[in-house]
């Protein structure tokens, strides 16, 4: 984003970069104590009618903003996130502070340890201020829980923030906090993104240690990073990834196709290739949806990029999905314990998987393999991979997840297969995706656009969408109306 030049001011840091912020504690125009403070009351007064935070942790957060603080003013460095507030969510575990998991089995739930990237984002200096909602166990596309109630979307509090990751996405639309830890198992940093108009990064698979899967090599779950820009994110993603020994694919070493991009160049994207696949297959596109993806094409051929249709028949990455997603489920939570009470959806997934074969799982996992094979032939073509991330804008706050995705016009189709048809595609081949905006509506709700690229080219790729929101400032997030402090 182009740098600010006005007055930090504290009644809009929020409107600030993480690097903003930094120098204007370090410069002591700011204060770490006030904007937590501000945070902290922002979370509390939006909490009734947004329902994005399960746990408000003000005590935490105090104590963390006033050691970030008396760093700054002895002039010392207190790390890289130093007193910024930002949220976690309520799936991740942290040390202390209850842990939801968005069920009621484990709504007393406290952890004794931090999750490996929430030890190192508390390590770097930042602040928590609270977890934020998740639908039971993560399972769905829209947020709603026995412990939090609806999720809601600050653009319009009828529809939904997106799921799993609806706390975090409707807390930072909200402009509460800087960043959020959240996880994509299927496109829960990425939906949630593109139905509130912020930014969402599935890193490569391993890039963040994943400590909270029981199975490393056939989890489908990434660690991922929100925020309101791509600066931010990257930020939050340079102190998050690196090696640990629970995780073997965090020791992948980039093939070095994280080259910086030259943001300062007049053509930052020269000599890219960028392929555009609106649809997965034959789902109904929002009109404003596809002008706007298409939009952004120009736009990126405008910083020196090629666009191309990636054209072709792909084998359905959800029938994949969803054996490997319903064998999880099952064996993590149906092995005994009752279901009773549990999330329809989950519900519905173990008994679906009890039919299922030990061929069966292993067909799904050599039909992951193919999906992979197939991302990584549109990339010897192409650097990017391009398309909306939802075919259209969100559903209703009270959407049961699963069914038709509007009841009304059941033949839009069905919400897991149509709505954000190719999430779960690169959730499975574990490539890097991030979601941004692109774009509003004539109703003036945002949209979101995909980008996807090789294995550990994570920075690459914010580098890019950092290219475009230099270019496209009128696209990026702004505080929605409706949201008054």
Avoid at 178 to 206: E, Q
């Amino acid at each position: 984003m182009p740098t600010m030049t006005h007055h930090h001011s504290l009644s809009e840091p929020h409107n600030l970069t993480i690097a903003e912020l930094i120098d204007a504690y370090r410069h002591g125009t700011l204060s770490p104590v006030d904007v937590t403070e501000q945070a902290l009351a922002r979370a509390e007064a939006c909490n009734d009618q947004l329902r994005a935070f399960v746990t408000v942790t003000g005590d935490q957060a105090r104590a963390a903003a006033a050691i970030a603080e008396s760093a700054y003013r002895r002039g010392e460095d207190p790390g890289p996130l130093g007193g910024i507030p930002m949220s976690i969510k309520d799936i991740v575990a942290t040390r202390g502070i209850r842990t939801t998991f968005g069920s009621a089995r484990s709504q007393t739930n406290v952890p004794n340890h931090d999750a490996i990237a929430a030890a190192r984002w508390l390590n770097a200096g930042a602040v928590i201020i609270g977890k934020t909602a998740t639908p039971e166990f993560a399972c769905r596309q829209t947020t709603s829980s026995p412990v939090s109630g609806i999720t809601r979307n600050p653009w319009n509090p009828a529809l939904t923030p997106g799921g799993s990751s609806g706390g975090s996405s409707a807390s930072l639309a909200a402009g509460i906090g800087h960043l959020s830890l959240v996880t994509d198992g299927g496109g829960s940093a990425r939906l949630p993104a593109a139905c509130t108009g912020i930014v969402g990064l599935k890193p490569t698979l391993g890039r963040i240690p994943y400590d909270g899967a029981a199975d490393v090599f056939g989890g489908l779950a990434h660690m991922g990073i929100m925020g309101r820009n791509a600066a931010d994110v990257a930020v939050g993603l340079t102190v998050a990834e690196g090696a640990a020994a629970v995780d073997p694919y965090s020791f992948m070493k980039s093939s070095g196709s994280d080259a910086a991009l030259d943001l300062a160049a007049s053509l930052p994207l020269a000599g890219l290739r960028v392929g555009l696949r609106e649809c997965f297959d034959d789902e109904i596109l929002d009109p404003e949806i596809q002008q706007a993806v298409r939009r952004l094409a120009g736009v990126m051929e405008s910083l020196g990029a090629t666009v191309l249709p990636l054209e072709g028949r792909i084998e359905a990455p959800l029938p994949i999905w969803r054996i490997l997603q319903h064998a999880i489920w099952a064996q993590r939570y149906g092995n005994g314990a009752p279901l009773d009470g549990m999330d329809p959806v989950i519900v519905a997934g173990i008994s679906s998987s009890r039919a299922l074969s030990a061929a069966d799982l292993q067909g799904a996992i050599q039909g992951r393999t193919r999906l992979y094979r197939h991302v990584q032939g549109w990339l010897e073509k192409v650097d990017f991979v391009l398309s909306p991330t939802l075919t259209r804008t969100p559903l209703a706050a009270d959407h049961p997840g699963s069914g038709a995705m509007d009841p009304g016009a059941p033949e839009r189709g069905e919400i897991r297969e149509h709505w954000a048809p190719l999430l779960g595609l690169f959730t499975m081949t574990g490539h890097p995706g991030i979601s941004f905006n692109c774009g509003w509506t004539a109703a003036g709700l945002p949209i979101g656009a995909h980008l996807a690229t090789s294995w550990h080219a994570d920075h690459r790729l914010l580098d890019t969408v950092k290219a475009i929101e230099g270019a496209r400032p009128q696209a990026a997030w702004r505080l929605p109306a409706r949201i008054q402090f």
